[in-house]
């Protein structure tokens, strides 16, 4: 007696598992353009280094000997795994098994994947591609009177809120993704869609036209074009290898956690080297805007910026880049854009920011030019002071050094957010600080003179 039938057996079962959904559920993933997510694994690690986990788990079917013929695997694939040197764990929704609608399997695969980098502290990657829960049960089960989890099961967003203070999150979403992976999407430290086959959805467009008689696709619905504006995503990607290697650079900037610090890397570019370019980036004329990111690329070590979130609060600049070889948070703004004044999506844009070089301990370096926060009717309707005193608070509280670039305008409320406590303030010889811009400060201070005078735009400008 042995045990070579039930290992056997095993070897059967990986084998069934690594097939998927079956060879037609691979190639239609394939005509939609998209890869499959263990292709998607390959592409993104060191080779060979996956050390999958759970592979066997899913549901079987037997002949009549008690033989393994068919399986359906987990529709989540988890593992260890290594990009360039560091350990990770990543996992992600097989889209070709019931369209990543997660399983029993699968779902408590999700969870564990999460358990598994809280435990060793790596940091965690998620590939979505995957719809949420079914009228029909878990992955369209025949059973019925499903009622979901026990009563003292510990929360699904249990997990996911405790990766989020401790591990850097990642997330990229990589075709349709709805439901609960939509929610572990956003739940991410940095969020990457890919351009076209990727869509975020709160519900599809069936639902949407029963509930308001309107016929849209997924893409009018949830595409990049969508979610870029909105804050939801960090950044697009043209192509899936594209996304792979933003994953790539935003993990080159963070620690494995927060019990490490984020590793100096060698970047060939001399601390001690000037540009005479930066003389003359800055326009004399006050009025005139000029690119900000010129002056971080001319700052910080070569090629070392990497910008997250760019066309939302587009006032505001965040990102990171590299000086001597450490990370480092960079905060700007942008004069091309209300001329750089905080919006509501700027200060929330801020916020986030901040609170992520916070958790991992990244010094920020501000370039700071401030005109303040936007004014008028819309500012006011999107609640423009309370975003952005929330934005004060975030930065009053952080814990990490700062340092603060004074490149022109640093007026009002809006300001302080560009200060850290304690931090190293440096000012450029164009910068300019107040309450209040000149021209709108005179207009309120002798408000009653300049009525009174007989040339009152002259007037305003001696004051």
Request: charged fraction near 25%; hydrophobic fraction near 35%.
């Amino acid at each position: 007696m042995n045990w070579k039938k039930e290992t056997d057996e095993i070897k059967i079962r990986k084998k069934l598992a690594k097939k998927q959904g079956g060879s037609e559920a691979v190639a239609l993933q394939h005509a939609k353009g998209r890869l499959t997510l263990r292709e998607r694994i390959d592409k993104l690690i060191d080779k060979g280094s996956f050390q999958e986990q759970g592979e066997i788990a899913g549901g079987t079917e037997t002949n009549e000997k008690g033989e393994v013929e068919s399986i359906t695997p987990a529709n989540f694939i988890l593992g260890f795994a290594k990009i360039e040197g560091r350990s990770v764990v990543l996992g992600g929704e097989d889209f070709t098994v019931k369209g990543g609608s997660p399983n029993p399997a699968g779902l408590r695969k999700s969870v564990y994947t999460e358990d598994l980098a809280l435990r060793y502290k790596m940091p965690l990657i998620r590939l979505h591609e995957g719809g949420g829960g079914s009228v029909a049960g878990p992955a369209k089960s025949k059973k019925r009177g499903y009622g979901g989890d026990p009563v003292f099961s510990r929360s699904r967003f249990k997990s996911v809120a405790e990766t989020l203070k401790e591990i850097p999150v990642i997330s990229a979403a990589l075709g349709p993704v709805a439901g609960l992976p939509a929610a572990r999407f956003v739940a991410s430290h940095f969020r990457v869609m890919t351009k076209k086959t990727a869509q975020l959805l709160v519900a599809g467009p069936a639902v949407v036209e029963r509930a308001f008689g309107k016929k849209m696709t997924k893409e009018e619905l949830g595409g990049s074009h969508v979610h870029r504006l909105n804050g939801v995503t960090d950044n697009v990607a043209d192509t899936e290898e594209d996304a792979f290697i933003q994953i790539k650079q935003f993990l080159s900037y963070m620690p494995q956690s927060i019990y490490e610090l984020p590793r100096r890397q060698e970047t060939g570019d001399p601390v001690g080297r000037k540009d005479e370019d930066l003389l003359s980036l800055i326009p004399k004329d006050r009025q005139k805007s000029y690119e900000m990111r010129e002056i971080i690329k001319k700052v910080f070590d070569k090629d070392s910026f990497f910008e997250i979130t760019k066309y939302f609060g587009r006032g505001i600049i965040t990102g990171f880049a590299r000086l001597d070889g450490f990370s480092i948070g960079i905060l700007a703004n942008d004069s091309n854009f209300y001329a750089g004044s905080m919006s509501a999506d700027g200060a929330k844009k801020t916020t986030r920011f901040v609170k992520l070089c916070d958790t991992f301990h990244i010094p920020i370096v501000s370039l700071v030019d401030e005109p303040g926060f936007l004014i008028g009717p819309e500012a006011e309707i999107e609640a423009t002071i309370l975003h952005g005193t929330e934005a004060v608070l975030a930065v009053t509280e952080s814990t990490v050094p700062w340092s603060s670039v004074m490149i022109r305008k640093s007026y009002g409320v809006a300001a302080a957010a560009h200060y850290g406590p304690e931090g190293y303030v440096l000012a450029w010889p164009s910068a300019e600080s107040g309450p209040l811009p000149l021209e709108g400060g005179v207009a309120v201070a002798f408000k009653k003179e300049i009525a009174a005078a007989k040339d009152p735009k002259g007037k305003e400008k001696r004051n």
